[in-house]
């Protein structure tokens, strides 16, 4: 069977899932091509074209993203509605997996199962995967969610879909059944928080925090740009700038942590912020961590 893996990957933790599902399916003798588009230049130039030429033949599509605010990434839903429909090459078995910060993996999965059948698509399974909260990985932030994850934790979840997609080899994929609805597993409030309040791109143009440099202490080191995610920080004589046109910060926060002179912050209210997630991780507050299980393959 050959897999196709694509995975956008912020902060790691979806392409280290997706590598271990690399690594399984090839234990199992599949044929695997896994794509990371993080820190590509589609997001900025737009040239989806380019990533989808270098896609090789396969009979199952699965595709990675991190959950952002109870929602599947904004860009990971770019990605799935600029997909060819099955044919020519492409599968028609499709897989969303997604990880999350140990607190809510929201609606995510359940909107990559309605872009991928409106793109001809069959969902035949689903996986969430509980990761590292990657705001709590900031030096700030002195209580820190799921460290360490996803690890070895994770690896029954991995190899279970990878047995599930083996098995389905030989089998036509005319006989498979679409299990869409089976990834609906939130509950109503948890839905009508995602749809109502958790409008992630808004809230990162309008309401999140926006990013400082201290001139002063940077040394043009470049890290920064290197590990944006979408390729949004340029450096020039004077340090890091974002140039007209760029892509929206998608406040992963990979640019502060990378920094070694410190000198990248949020202006944010840093002891708001753990407020808010040490009552998260407790099961409390406005964004309580209750979900259970919380890593499951569907």
């Known amino acids: 069977m050959k897999v196709l893996i694509i995975v956008f990957s912020p902060t790691g933790n979806t392409l280290k899932v997706g590598t271990m599902l690399e690594k399984s399916l090839q234990d199992k003798m599949n044929d695997v091509q896994l794509i990371d588009i993080t820190r590509s230049t589609l997001f900025k130039e737009k040239n989806i074209e380019n990533y989808i030429r270098a896609v090789q033949e396969h009979d199952v599509l699965c595709i990675g993203s991190p959950v952002y605010a109870h929602h599947l990434h904004y860009n990971v839903k770019k990605i799935i509605t600029s997909l060819p429909r099955p044919g020519n090459g492409w599968g028609r078995r499709a897989v969303p997996f997604v990880t999350y910060g140990g607190i809510n993996s929201g609606i995510a999965l359940q909107e990559a199962a309605q872009l991928l059948k409106r793109s001809g698509r069959i969902v035949v399974s689903g996986m969430k995967i509980n990761s590292f909260h990657c705001m709590t990985k900031l030096k700030k932030i002195s209580m820190k969610i799921n460290e360490g994850m996803p690890g070895d934790e994770a690896l029954p979840f991995i190899e279970d879909l990878a047995e599930r997609l083996t098995g389905r080899a030989e089998t036509p994929a005319s006989n498979d059944k679409d299990i869409s609805l089976e ?83 949020f202006d944010a209210d840093w002891e708001k912020w753990e407020r808010l997630l040490s009552k998260a991780a407790a099961g409390h507050g406005p964004i309580p961590s209750n979900e259970s299980p919380k890593s499951a393959v569907y």
């Open 183 to 265: 990834l609906r597993y939130q509950r109503w409030q948890v839905k009508a928080k995602a749809h109502l309040i958790f409008r992630e791109k808004f809230w990162q143009r309008h309401l999140y925090p926006q990013l400082l440099f201290d001139y002063s202490r940077c040394t043009r080191c470049g890290k920064c740009a290197s590990v944006c995610p979408v390729q949004r920080i340029a450096i020039n004589e004077h340090g890091p700038e974002i140039p007209e046109g760029n892509p929206d910060c998608i406040h992963c926060t990979s640019c502060i942590a990378s920094c070694p002179a410190d000198a990248i912050d």
